[in-house]
T-cell receptor, first 110, second 113 residues
């Protein structure tokens, strides 16, 4: 079973920031937080991952709380093409498998 | 650098036939993973292979399903005697090392009629 909890759906206006929350209250000290997204009919796409420090790349920012029990993925300027299901996953780095939950369906509207 | 290539993109099989799904990993990747996504459900891990070895098949159904990743050529997911419940999207991912740098393919959508 997935070890994360995400809202089933969220809406965001185009050009605004999308903030997607994730709860992972049972995360272990050696588990990383990963984010993937799946645009309709495509394979999952890696977005970002982190252990305890905040991370930023060209796609998004990841904010992890100090107690590591929750995190937020931030898409700073959402576009229509960001409409997708976003999955938050916790796992030990180097572990072979990814355990996907139901994710959050983000709908970006004009 | 081509990504993970899966073919065919769409596959239709009649009940009782065999389905063969192919996955060519990214260049330099020797680790391959197969996932299945049933309609309206999340992705579920099936099997993890390295060249010529099955490392973890804990997610594979016990019957009719098999996977291989030969020394030469693509990884193959084989489903014998397909049933309607096998209809799903099958995704392959590859990585250069165990569990790192996962890249997924676009999937094969299997429809059993």
């Amino acid at each position: 079973d997935a070890k994360t909890t995400q809202p089933p759906s969220m809406d965001c206006a185009e050009g605004r920031a999308a903030n997607l929350p994730c709860n992972h209250s049972t995360i272990s000290g050696n588990e990383y937080v990963y984010w993937y997204r799946q645009i309709h009919s495509q394979g999952p796409q890696y977005i970002i991952h982190g252990l305890k420090n905040n991370e930023t790349n060209e796609m998004a920012s990841l904010i992890i709380t100090e107690d590591r029990k929750s995190s937020t993925l931030i898409l700073p300027h959402a576009t229509l093409r960001d409409t997708a299901v976003y999955y938050c996953i916790v796992r030990v780095e180097g572990y072979s498998t990814l355990t996907f939950g139901k994710g959050t369906m983000l709908l970006v509207s004009p | 650098n081509a990504g993970v290539m899966q073919n065919p993109r769409h596959l239709v099989r009649r009940r009782g036939q065999e389905a063969r799904l192919r996955c060519s990993p990214m260049k330099g990747h020797s680790h391959v993973y197969w996932y299945r996504q049933l309609p309206e459900e999340g992705l579920k891990f099936m099997v993890y292979l390295q060249k010529e070895n099955i490392i973890d098949e804990s997610g594979m159904p016990k019957e009719r399903f098999s996977a291989e990743f030969p020394k030469e050529g693509p990884s193959i997911l084989r489903i014998q005697q397909v049933v309607r419940g096998d209809s799903a999207a099958y995704f392959c991912a590859s990585s250069p090392a165990q569990g790192s740098g996962y890249t997924f393919g676009s999937g094969t959508r299997l429809t059993v009629v």
